[in-house]
């Protein structure tokens, strides 16, 4: 998903340099994803940045797997629907999973173009794929990532907070906008406007997913309600997690979670970058990756 328009960055994080040869964090995603044995990437873009995206980015994979391309545009909408008036801010996560539609026959890992995930999901998410899923319900799965991991210091960010079973299967989430560190603890309010105290333990969604076909039915009945619900709030999105909760609650869909130790980081805040930057650099530095990236 690389459509969003970095409103809190201001500007384009997709494409901003963090590697010591201007790699972005979209290289680094793309290259644990190739050697975990994914074979082609569907990038999510508005039309008019695919351009400029295949021209910095896309080109350097195309000798390596197939690149496609899918868009994500505000008036592509269900019948009936219309962007409202001063509408301006894209639909969200679940809007660009379902923007990808046309070009995903199989199952698929999804995931931010703007966070650093690391090796270790890539992997676990090929391998949990490459078992013959069950023909229902539809079997999915998350790497869930510590809460305490996956903050910045210099703002709040939203995460959907995990509730999982004793098994490791995913029982609920909830979406918590707002996180951040404070003297009390982590802080966050819930969809609901409830304001939540949270350990540094809870597992949380980073929107690194697998996912079946199963998953397009379940986002346009979901997006349609979001819409009729809160479409005409102006700044409402539709989370990818939300039509998840939705299956889940209708046993239409079972997920399990792959734990990891992994340290999320990723630039929410133009302030960020020097922190992605040097713990880019240290795993560079001890042959994590190669240098140069794509060399």
């Not at 351009?51 to 980015?57: A, K, P, S, V």
């Amino acid at each position: 998903m690389a459509a969003g328009a970095g409103s809190r960055f201001g500007g384009l994080k997709q494409l901003v340099p963090v590697g010591p040869d201007g790699e972005t964090l979209t290289d680094y995603a793309v290259f644990d994803a190739l050697r975990a044995g994914i074979r082609r990437a569907v990038f999510v873009v508005r039309r008019d940045r695919e351009r400029e995206f295949h021209e910095t980015l896309g080109r350097r994979y195309a000798k390596r797997l197939e690149v496609a391309y899918a868009h994500q545009e505000l008036d592509d909408l269900p019948a009936g629907f219309a962007v409202p008036p001063g509408r301006t801010k894209p639909w969200g996560t679940g809007h660009a999973v379902l923007s990808a539609k046309g070009q995903v026959t199989g199952p698929f890992i999804a995931i931010n173009a703007d966070d650093w995930y690391g090796a270790e999901g890539f992997a676990k998410l090929a391998t949990f794929l490459s078992e013959p899923p069950p023909a229902r319900p539809a079997r999915w799965a998350l790497v869930a990532f510590q809460l305490g991991k996956t903050l910045t210091e210099h703002g709040t960010v939203a995460r959907g907070v995990c509730r999982a079973s004793p098994d490791g299967r995913l029982i609920s989430i909830g979406e918590y906008t707002g996180l951040r560190e404070t003297p009390e603890g982590i802080t966050g309010t819930g969809t609901g406007g409830d304001v939540r105290r949270f350990t540094a333990d809870e597992p949380v969604s980073l929107n690194l997913w697998g996912f079946t076909p199963a998953l397009f039915d379940e986002l346009e009945t979901t997006f349609s309600a979001f819409l009729r619900e809160r479409g005409g709030n102006l700044s409402a999105e539709f989370y990818l997690p939300a039509a998840v909760d939705a299956a889940l609650r209708a046993g239409r869909a079972e997920v399990s979670l792959l734990p990891t130790e992994e340290t999320w980081f990723g630039v929410t805040y133009r302030e960020d970058l020097p922190r992605v930057r040097a713990a880019v650099a240290r795993r560079v530095a001890a042959g994590l990756y190669p240098r140069p990236l794509w060399g």
